[in-house]
């Protein structure tokens, strides 16, 4: 995502993010996702709640390279969640709860 200049803006909460294994195999992608997290990733799309920003500024391009950028942000945590903000995730797999307040 990040070396084409992508962010994902509100990836759906509890639904596993791009790269992440479910197993102990290699990542395989959206066949990785349960049913569940499947629908609710069409529902993202589909309702244009998951936005997909396209970085051009070339510094804007290198801070997200060099993970000084989130790559992937995750949506507000739900009201009945433990979490008081969101998923941050960087190009170079650091990831972090600093993201959305709920």
Known sequence: LARRGYVL????E???MPG?????????GINDLLLR????FADALKNNLLTVKIITKQSALANLMASRMPVIIE???APHSN?????RWYADGRSDRQGLPR
């Open 37 to 40: 997290e499947r629908r609710v």
């Open 20 to 28: 992440e294994k479910r197993s102990s195999a290699r990542s395989k």
């Open 14 to 16: 509890n639904v596993l």
């Open 9 to 12: 803006q509100d990836y759906p």
């Open 83 to 87: 979490h008081t903000r969101g998923w």
């Open 75 to 77: 949506e507000a945590p």
